[in-house]
């Protein structure tokens, strides 16, 4: 580029004289040295330093994020293994389970088989035995019993016709609810049996039998069980209802023939009374 | 003096033949052989490659290792399969129970032998609360009526009234409650069978609606036994009535004896 301006620089000198020549030079000459300029230099490229950078991302940046990462993880693996899910703490759990099973449960069950008979006459023995023995294969035969030890209701004619209801009432009363005490014993049973089950599984040794999250499927059973439970115990209830209404019906009637004749009474003095 | 003359002449064809020769002349271009870029990038590459296996491979491996104890932990200790699948065997065991218990309870155990008792007691064991209406019907026939007031005086009359009401009352919710029990028999039952389709991840929502249906079934077991301590209050209460109208009448036939006796 120096050459192409030298020469046209010579050019320009020889041809000084004559205006146009020079200025046609001139021209010629800039437009030679804009096409043999060369194009603007690139900046320096700095490869090895665009590797170190890539270097440092790779091995600080990335590196430590897996690194914090990865804490995490083993973070929450120790929680689950030493802290939540401790094979220890389960293990102590079920052995805790076992512990009461061995202290409460024989000796509970052995407290339930006393069974008092304190009857000492046949009939009411026979009728005590039926009514305490928590079956319901012999539910049938209470009627006949309880008629044994009570007696049944007076024929017609022997009774006044409001009084033999009112007995036939309160023994239909009394049975029905010894009847459905027999009923609920054996449901009781049952239940005991459901609880005892529960009880053993959950405090099973084997993580294949118990284990932490097969305990809320067993939860769920059990608060439907418990459910039933008190369905049970609202039966019961509803029973002694039944059974503590025609008690208070009954001396109620009492109350109304007493009324009734206390009144009639009444009349009747008056009535002589005034004869007189 | 002459070639100074003939360039100065020509100076302008010369410029513009040295601008083509310029124009056209070839361009200096890079050559092939290898440049010292080269080698610094493929030694770069290399180390970002051994990096990257060591950093973010040894990383990722880490992280995979805890992963794969979490998972085996999970699978081993806190889910086991065989574990789920016996607690769900569990839930159907209870069912089976209860079922028992549920057939047992349908025996029937009615017991009366006179047609007005037969009745009343059909419709307090019906465990239908359709039946409800009908008690007050069945509880006259065997109880009685309310006496008239020419038979009884109004003091008597009310405490009469108020026992029956209350007898009757409990009656008519007992069958209510046997009927609800009946029910919470059935929604428990429904239940124990959503558990035996359930997982652990979902038996916790399972069980808090068995929870709720506890709760209501607490409700109705004090609700029951509000009715029966209604019932003892009542009967309580004509104890104290038979003392006060008891003292109440020999107060009034002491004032009549005296007053008979005065006359005379």
Redesign the interface.
């Known amino acids: 580029m120096l050459l ?1 301006t030298t ?2 620089g010579g ?1 320009m000198l ?2 000084m ?1 004559n205006r146009r ?1 020079t200025i ?2 001139l021209l ?2 800039c ?2 040295i804009l ?2 300029s060369p194009p603007p230099a690139q900046a320096q490229f700095c ?2 330093c ?3 950078t ?2 440092t991302t ?2 600080q940046t ?2 430590n994020w ?2 914090s ?2 804490g995490v ?2 973070n ?2 120790n929680l ?2 030493q802290t939540i ?1 401790s ?1 220890n703490a ?1 293990n102590l759990a079920k052995a805790q389970i076992q512990s009461i099973i061995t202290q409460f449960r024989a000796v509970i069950q052995r407290t339930m088989t006393i069974n008092p008979h304190t009857a000492t006459l046949p009939n009411p023995t026979a009728l005590e035995s039926i009514i305490r023995n928590r079956a ?1 294969g012999d ?1 049938n035969s ?2 006949q019993l ?1 008629v044994n030890a009570f007696r049944p ?1 007076p024929q017609a004619g022997a009774i006044a016709p ?1 009084d ?3 007995t ?2 309160d ?3 009394a ?2 609810n010894l ?2 005490l027999k ?1 609920a014993d ?2 009781q049973d ?2 005991l ?2 609880a005892d ?2 009880e053993n ?1 959950v405090g099973n040794s084997s ?22 439970s ?6 019961m ?6 059974q ?10 009492l ?3 007493t ?2 004749f ?3 009474l009444q ?1 009747n003095l008056t009535n002589v009374l005034q004869h007189k | 003096m002459h070639a100074g003359r003939c360039i100065r002449r020509h100076a302008v064809l010369a410029a513009i033949a040295l601008l083509m020769t310029a124009l056209v002349s070839p361009r200096q271009i890079q050559g092939q052989l290898p440049s010292p870029c080269c080698a610094v990038l493929a030694a770069g590459l290399g180390t970002i490659n051994s990096t990257l296996g060591s950093v973010i491979g040894g990383g990722l491996q880490s992280i995979n290792t805890v992963l794969s104890d979490i998972s085996n932990f999970e699978q081993t200790v806190i889910w086991p399969r065989q574990a789920i699948t016996r607690a769900l065997g569990m839930a159907g065991q209870i069912q089976g129970l209860y079922a028992q218990i549920r057939g047992i309870f349908r025996i029937p155990i009615s017991s009366a032998t006179l047609q007005n008792p037969k009745q009343l007691e059909s419709i307090l064991l019906s465990r239908n609360p359709g039946q409800i209406p009908s008690t007050t019907g069945g509880y006259g026939a065997v109880y009685g009526a309310v006496p008239t007031p020419q038979n009884a005086p109004p003091p008597v009359r009310d405490i009469i009234d108020i026992t029956d009401a209350v007898a009757q009352d409990a009656m008519e919710r007992a069958i209510a409650i046997d009927a609800i029990a009946d029910q919470e028999l059935a929604a428990a039952d429904q239940i124990n069978t959503n558990v035996q389709s359930a997982t652990p991840g979902s038996a916790p929502i399972i069980e808090a609606q068995a929870d709720a249906w506890l709760v209501r079934a607490h409700a109705y077991t004090q609700s029951a036994l509000a009715d029966l301590m209604r019932v003892r209050a009542i009967d309580l209460a004509n104890n104290a009535a038979h003392l006060k109208l008891g003292s109440s009448w020999a107060v009034t036939t002491r004032q009549n004896v005296t007053t008979t006796l005065q006359h005379k």
């Open positions: 192409f020469i046209f050019l020889l041809s004289e020549r046609a030079i010629i000459g437009v030679a096409g043999v490869l090895p665009v590797i170190q890539v270097l790779v091995s990335i590196g897996l690194g990462i990865n993880f083993s929450i693996r689950y293994e899910w094979i389960i319901t539910i209470v009627p309880y209701v409001q033999r209801d009112m036939d009432m023994d239909a009363l049975q029905d009847m459905m009923v054996q449901a049952l239940e049996q459901a089950q529960i599984m993580i294949n039998i118990s284990a932490p999250g097969s305990s809320s499927l067993i939860t769920a059973a059990a608060v439907s069980a418990e459910i039933k008190q369905a049970i115990m609202q039966k209830l509803a029973a002694m209802m039944r503590e209404a025609g008690s208070v019906a009954h001396d109620n009637a109350r109304k023939r009324a009734t206390a009144g009639q009349n």
